[in-house]
């Protein structure tokens, strides 16, 4: 298994075909919880839907276009965090994650998140980096404010959600969007903690 | 010629092959104007340059990717523009412009914007469009402004424009998010004009 | 829309995906009309047909291969006109048009033939053009003849038609082989009018 | 080496990359011979472009497009015999030919172009044959007018054949068509003659 | 017919398209036959199988990767040679062939890999020919044993066989390897055997 | 970093662009100790190279074809690792891998192999692997043979090793060849070691 180790018990796991039937099980099981938020969900119905998925994120990495990893803490997956439309020209991309919501509570995604920005900044070079979030979802937006991310406005009508009921076509939502500069981010505290990966042990 | 007739002295062009050299040589004589909020004038060095650029652009419409239309005031082209950053599922792009310095003043760029606004909420179903100007461009930032339009934010870092001295590196530069969406538009006086297009004689 | 305009009555359109639905209600009213010759309408059973069309005609324009415009007469949709087989190396290609059963005796095609071939020799520097007609279809034969197109041959058996009953297989015709070349063009009093583009309304 | 055996004498081969070398040098050697008929020279001026033809007209024949065969006479190529421009929904083609200066008057192209029509009527199902030559090549017309093609008329300015000197642009030509259609040929004396492939020494 | 000569009575032809239905009708009459060596049975059920077979044949042939030929003996296809695995670094490559079982017991199948063996040695230029065969088929082993190579020893569970009732899956079976380098190839005698193709009348 | 974690000393990692010049630093000072075995050290003389490797690794990776990690020891790439010739079908696939000269003699290839064998298995579900050594190779021919791979035979000339001096061409080599298949890895007692990834600081 490919992985960025964060620590011991967190890890951001590059998915491979034969990760589908888990990983779909994952999504399967937090459908309630993830709807309306995550406008996949309509096209993941299957393990199948999962392995084009994975095939089609694995194309993605190769190409450096988008990167999406799996969080896998304690030996199972439990959502996922990937940077978004990359422009190399300009160096920025956005963040998007998502997590079980039975594994709420134990500042998973504040510590993914982190991980996967010192690797934007530090490893892939980006100097802007985004995060979105919807006006109402406060979970969500706790994290970027939490990090240091600058509140820049909201954009209007800009992303679809799922429709309130089955049938009900997608909405169209506002999203308030952060920004970490990479200046910034090389003045944030948490920003010089060293990379752990791998000497986890000692 | 294939045009979007505005007006008898106003018209947007599909630009075509056989247009490159006189296309070319209204950017050779705006090189100045257009610096620095113009990053491909970089790569705009002659009419073969000019003429891959047209190329690329009629592959992007027939695709239904971007869209560049040349401004063509009194038989003479003057200036650009384009719907960028299309998104299907969200209905949504970027609008685009530049006209030549010395025909500034004659209202040709609010005519301009006005009418491709006519076209991407009326033929294309477009939904939301956004224009965005770098925060100390009064003349720029004017048009959404006068439109109707409404500031969300300030997007810090998130384009390119070209360095003060030819052999300077570009540099990252602020822009404020302008939207206009479909309902906000229908509730302008200006959206009620009805479209010129061809009876224009009468 | 993009149009070339002939005159404040006709334009020749450059269909896109939204002009589907309106077009196909003008082929589907002249079905009777266009049969045998337009072996195009077998394929040809609903909008989804012609914006499949609309789209492949986009790219071949995009890429200088085949280009079909839309006849437009009085705001409506009226028939089409087109260049097939380009030949960029001798500079040669065939022009193809169909007129709605209704439109017939305005001169319609006659002034969209004339408009087109301008458009030909004179922006797209073609040396060569040919019309092809069936030998018993005078109507179609009388526009190259009237245009001063010279006469070369029959050839036997090139074309397919379809046959006289919904089942029966497509047929091959003769066809009566017509070309007009630019020096001769050039001596023609009707290439001397100017094109009228756009400045309609003096 | 893969054939389509005539007689004893004359093969038509499929040329393989093997063959690069040995076919430039007849290409070569009949360079004042062909010019200005074969304006494909000028791009033929090394083993290297031969290479480059070959590889091309093996992916046009396993595609089902252009077909070239050379000839094989007395264990030498000798020649070049091709079927072009083919419509697969008409089922037409055109077939081109060219021999070496030292190999005329042996009847060697009347023999290649009956054996080439055996093939394109009765295994490939085509049902109309043109030969097109220039109307002042008495040599090349003598073929089809001596195989019982109908001369169908004279397309003018439709090829291009070299300039008269080394740095003289190509210059357009008049072809006179002939043609042949299935139903002729099979009432023609000579289609009677079995295929002769393989057993031939008996 | 494109065909490379070996005798009167024998030839390997590079099939197209129109040889669908006759050499699909030889493999059906040998489905028991070649049971279960040939895995390419499963998918091939009818003439349209065979045809896309033909075609996939071609487009390799042409791109120098695999080349398989038919065997066709006094008239009627019994067979197939084939070159696969070709390595153009290394100039390797591997035979397989299978004959009609009517037709075993002439010295088909030996004169066809010696002819083979010539094409690819001395036109197509590899140093290293190889022959599998599974270790308890005697018959096809003789070939190799036979002919001069050497057994170099045997690779376990390689290769695919079908099942031994319909709906088994397939199953692993080794092969023995047996090569043939172009060193000890000139050494033996029937390498001196002349290239009899055409000339076979004499 | 993508890792594979071995141990706390030793990672397989999945090399990215930003990697380029780390690693070519290593393979530029391994030269004379890889010569002659390794045949692509002729076509990497630059970071440039290695990025292109890189890229075409990770491309290969995501259509699950070749896989290669670097061997990542104590925060120094030390070497690679690879799976090639896999083949879905017959699920078997070759492994080659090579160390930098001073981090010999500390176990550290014995190691990576046996995980990545656990990995082709165990993880991707392959039934064959195989490692090809030359015959003089002794160190390299040590590995398979302490693990319990099955010596099948020399495969002669079948690979290319660089020549002696700067400009002597590549030279084709034997090979011998090992295997080992899934349900004897089963019963290797190295075998039941479980997968260490992550959980490493127990």
Known sequence: MLTHVIDEELQLVLLEPHHAAEFFAVIDANRAHLHPWMIWLEGTNSPEDTLAFIRSNLADVAAERDMALALRYRDQFV?????????????????????????????????AVKAFIHLLFNDYGFQRLTIRCAPHNKRSRAIPERLGFTQEGTLRRIALMLGDTPNAPPQLTDLVMYSLLDYEYHRLPWSQQPDTTINIGD
Do not use: E, N
């Open 79 to 111: 959502g996922m965090i990937g940077a978004h439309d990359k422009k190399h020209k300009t160096k920025s991309c956005d963040i998007g994650y998502w997590l079980a919501h039975d594994m709420q509570g134990r500042g998973i995604v504040t510590r």
